[in-house]
């Protein structure tokens, strides 16, 4: 019998189980600083923050949102601003706390997040300074990141300003050395969101072709975050989608998620109106 | 409790290198742009010292018996009252100002305040090994005893970075509980033997300053280092006792909170 690739994803050891998970956030200011005092004197006693429902001024930028990610997968987050994509990254990297719901790792020794590619980076100091700067932030030690340095400096392409301050790197270049850094950590789990927005092409083709290696050895996954729907189609394994912080698609077939996605973000307009509007996407992403 | 230490202390361990780099990132990274650079650390401290020995020449009547040339007490007082305030203030702007960063990393935020702690701590030697010669210049004569200093300012470091972890997570969401504390951390340099001597008679203040610790944690050090000898022995005892347990209780409070308050972080 001939295997489809439907079913050895399915026997691929799931690396991350997310359930049900929900974030709350909210909207206005003082709201904000007033369940945060709440919070905190909660939690000072010992007791759960509020998990009840949702209270004045808070809405959920993620709710009841589940899905597996497994061995060998490219994720591909898709989803418009403000759907609650970054959140789930940070959810999943540990950096929020669940509200509810269960985030279940399996066999994840070490997890990279890159949210912002110039956080911790220091304008003054120079690349090479920031290689070690950044590498420590992701947790190496200085011996490990001796014996990456190399691989970074050579992934990088930045041989030639590795002694120039990062402040007069362009972002691009910028983006290069950070995602240069990050991929060293080699990591069981790699979260990418929006990172290589602003690297230039070459290089971007460069990060997806070592990407689709990078999974292929044994207990690795990606999940990268866009909300560019072209990158979709250069990587991804598979796709979920995120609408107002539901998940409202996850399947395997690029192709198709996209056409769901634009089909749904022009949802509720008139038939004329979304072809001309479906013709301009196309015509600027494709 | 011991627990609590553990944790931290392998956690700290474990990012030792980030330390490491964050440290200098600070100390050197304000000088970067500067030609002369580190000489800076020793140029900025010079100036403040060379105010008091001016002052000093001036002849500038001592309030209450100091047992020290004043100006040499108050050279000595308000070095190791800084000693208090600035581990305070940084540890206590903490989350606010390297949120954005805790919020797309996620290493412990208490390596943070090990970098803090550290770059404090040099912050302080240098000018401390200047105001010493000071002091000598004045007249002060060390004991032995006198090198037990730097361990007798445990205490306040542990009191102020206890205050500063509690009030680094108020920060975020109680900005008018914060700005009062600020202020009265201000103003508690006044109410503290610090520009007068500890038995000064002074109505109400007296006995305020009879029950601030700070009395007798800025006072043993003040004594040690420039008589060599011990104030209030017991006082000091209760109060690091004291200062010990706050700051484990803070920290259980920082590590419990932090997290969660930092999502409330509103300019990222």
Known sequence: ?286 | MVKAVADLWSGLRDYRFLIRQLVRVSIVGGYKKSFIGLAWMFILPLLAVLVWIVLNRAGVVAPGDTGIPYPAYVLLSTSIWGFFLEIYKSSSNVLANEGKLLIMKDFPKEVLLAEKTVVHLINFAIPLVLNICVLLLFGVRFGWASLLFPLSLLPLLLLGLAIGMIVAVLRIVAVDICTMIDEGMKLLMFVTPIVYAPKIEAGWLSGFIQWNPLTYLIGFSRELLSRGTFFEPAGYLACSLVAALFFLFALAFFRATAKRVLERLVNN
């Open chain 1, 1 to 286: 019998m001939v295997k489809t690739d439907q079913m050895s994803q399915s026997e691929r050891k799931v690396m991350i189980s997310v359930k049900e998970v929900s974030k709350r956030f909210c909207k206005e200011l003082k709201a904000n600083m007033y369940y945060g005092i709440k919070d905190v004197i909660r939690q000072s006693f010992g007791l759960a923050p509020h998990n009840g429902d949702l209270r004045p001024h808070e809405f959920w930028a993620l709710n009841g949102v589940s899905f597996d990610l497994h061995e060998g997968e490219i994720l591909a987050v898709i989803g418009a601003n403000g759907s609650g994509k970054t959140t789930l990254m940070r959810l999943i990297a540990g950096i929020y706390s669940l509200d509810r719901g269960a985030i279940e790792i399996n066999g994840i020794g070490k997890t990279t997040a890159i949210f912002a590619l110039n956080a911790g980076m220091n304008p003054l100091f120079t690349g090479l300074e920031n290689i070690y700067l950044k590498g420590a932030m992701f947790g190496l030690t200085k011996k490990e990141l001796k014996e990456k340095l190399d691989f970074i400096i050579e992934f990088s392409e930045l041989q030639e300003f590795l002694n120039s301050p990062v402040g007069n790197y362009s972002s691009g270049m910028k983006a290069r050395l950070a995602y240069s850094v990050a991929i060293a950590t080699d990591p069981d789990l790699f979260i990418i969101d929006e990172a290589l927005a602003v690297g230039d092409s070459l290089f971007k083709a460069k990060c997806y072709e070592h990407l689709q290696e990078y999974v292929k050895q044994p207990n690795k996954a990606v999940i990268y975050v866009t909300n560019r729907i072209r990158k979709v189609m250069a990587v991804a394994s598979r796709v979920i989608i995120l609408d107002k912080g539901t998940l409202i698609y996850d399947n395997t077939d690029a192709a198709d998620a996209l056409e769901f996605y634009i089909n749904n973000c022009l949802k509720g307009l008139s038939e004329e109106l979304r072809e001309t509007r479906l013709r301009r996407v196309q015509e600027f992403e494709m």
